[in-house]
């Protein structure tokens, strides 16, 4: 099973940046598509971003044209770059992978971005 490690959140202003990153250990990550998910208070979490093995990309409409999704598999790891940031993208972001041959799924432990007004 992949161990996933996430970094990089933080507060930052409306209209800022962060960079989230997840590294990955304890499988060959090129096998898994990976994903980004967030949970604000009081709501179900919920997909933010994910990418496959081959690089094709998805995204939530309320983030589409601000976030990116990036995977570097030499590195084991996956980045969320998020731009323009709102105070409604305030949530814990977790990692996500899941493998393509045995369809398990890892979660890291999550980190938290507040966006502030």
């Known amino acids: 099973q992949v161990q996933l490690v996430e970094s990089g959140g933080g507060l930052v202003q409306a209209g800022g940046a962060l960079r989230l990153l997840c590294s990955a250990s304890?499988?060959?990550?090129?096998?898994?598509?990976a994903g980004w998910y967030r949970q604000a208070p009081g709501k179900q979490r919920e997909v933010v971003a994910t990418?496959?093995?081959?690089?094709?990309?998805t995204y939530a409409d309320s983030v589409s044209g601000r976030f990116n999704i990036s995977r570097d598999n030499a590195k084991n790891t996956v980045y969320l770059q998020m731009n323009s940031l709102k105070p409604e993208d305030t949530a814990v972001y977790y990692c996500?992978?899941?493998?393509?041959?045995?369809?398990?799924?890892?979660w890291g432990q999550g980190t938290q971005v507040t966006v502030s007004s």
């Open positions: 304890g499988s060959i990550f090129s096998l898994h598509v």
């Open positions: 996500n992978t899941q493998e393509i041959f045995t369809d398990r799924v890892s």
């Open positions: 990418i496959t093995t081959s690089g094709t990309t």
